[in-house]
């Protein structure tokens, strides 16, 4: 039974399209109509090929970039509403923070681990300068660094240590939702297993919500309430965590699934994607995205764009076969199989 938790952020019809092209006439649609409900205490992971728009829908959920249209509400405001500098003055400003991919890119290389850590402190909550000290030495205890390593700079830091800078940063603060974007995916696999699980043991502790955005669908699947999947700026299935991966409905999805590398499934069918994606650049509004691509593909998904409905486990899937028994179980019916 899914277990549904009071919604800390909601996001209705969300968009974010790119003027494109010579006269800037066209649009490239990174995000489209996108519902998104995140509750407390929840982790939500977003997964899909490069150039799904997975990380464009992050910085726009986190306020780091303007959307197009749609609603963002926080604490009962709409911060997709006010303007860039308005938000960023904000109190709520420090309830969304960011883990950015690359740990050396988000450091400053002129401050010291001390400042980096410091400066959104006293941008964000003020204080005297023992007030801001003691948060800096709390969230370097937080994540596992000593204080003393308050002095370095980026260049004196390894990898995995510079990833433990960038999350105290976000914590500092103390915010309600971090967004991580792939925050592993620059790190050695030895160096990734920590990260996960010093993030698993912080949103524990401090009951924080998480937009986890991966590629990797296994460590979604351990780390995740929810998961989402996006192809082409939409959302095409949304659900619990072991139901999405064990019994995806949308065959996009289950073509994530079945490329992942698994010796006690080699002799069983599998979806296997052909082709390349559609353009994003002024995509038919009344096609599903992944006709043409899709094994399953019948004539009503090059006429009608399928919606999202509700699965009967509680989850979405935006599919005109969802209910598909035999594509869920044995993915034969009109597929391709590898």
Do not use: W
């Not at 010579?22 to 997964?47: H, N, S």
């Not at 197009?68 to 509400?73: D, N, R």
């Not at 995740?224 to 999947?229: E, L, Y």
């Not at 043409?292 to 979405?316: H, V, Y």
Request: include cysteine; aromatic fraction near 6%; hydrophobic fraction near 40%.
């Amino acid at each position: 039974m899914t277990v549904v938790k009071t919604p800390l952020i909601e996001v209705r019809g969300l968009s974010k399209h790119y003027p494109v092209g010579t006269m800037r006439r066209k649009r490239l649609y990174a995000v489209d109509d996108v519902d998104l409900t995140i509750g407390e205490g929840e982790c939500v992971g977003l997964v899909g090929e490069s150039g799904c728009g997975k990380s464009t829908l992050a910085r726009v959920l986190a306020r780091l970039v303007d959307p197009t249209e749609g609603k963002i509400t926080l604490s009962g405001a709409d911060i997709a509403s006010m303007p860039a500098r308005s938000f960023g003055g904000s109190p709520l400003r420090r309830d969304i923070q960011v883990v950015f991919q690359d740990p050396t890119e988000s450091l400053n290389p002129g401050f010291t681990v001390f400042q980096s850590i410091a400066d959104p402190l006293k941008r964000l909550l003020g204080g005297t300068s023992k007030d801001i000290a003691e948060m800096v030495f709390a969230a370097l205890d937080d994540v596992g660094l000593p204080r003393e390593y308050g002095t370095r700079y980026p260049h004196h830091l390894s990898g995995g240590q510079k990833a433990r800078v960038g999350i105290a940063r976000a914590i500092a603060v103390k915010p309600k939702l971090l967004v991580l974007d792939e925050p592993t995916s620059a790190l050695d696999v030895s160096v990734q297993s920590l990260i996960l699980h010093l993030l698993a043991k912080l949103q524990k502790q401090r009951n924080m919500s998480y937009l986890f955005v991966s590629h990797d669908l296994n460590v979604v699947r351990l780390l995740c309430d929810q998961i989402a999947v996006m192809y082409l700026g939409r959302i095409v299935e949304f659900g619990p965590s072991n139901s999405v991966f064990y019994d995806p409905r949308h065959p996009y999805t289950r073509a994530l699934i079945d490329a992942i590398p698994d010796p006690a499934r080699k002799n069983t069918a599998r979806i296997k994607l052909e082709g390349s994606a559609s353009s994003p650049i002024d995509p038919n509004q009344s096609a599903c995205r992944f006709a043409g691509r899709c094994p399953a593909e019948i004539t009503i998904c090059s006429q009608t764009m399928p919606l999202l409905t509700a699965r009967d486990d509680g989850g979405l899937v935006a599919c005109h076969r969802a209910d598909d028994v035999a594509l869920r179980t044995s993915a034969q019916a009109g597929a391709r199989m590898s």
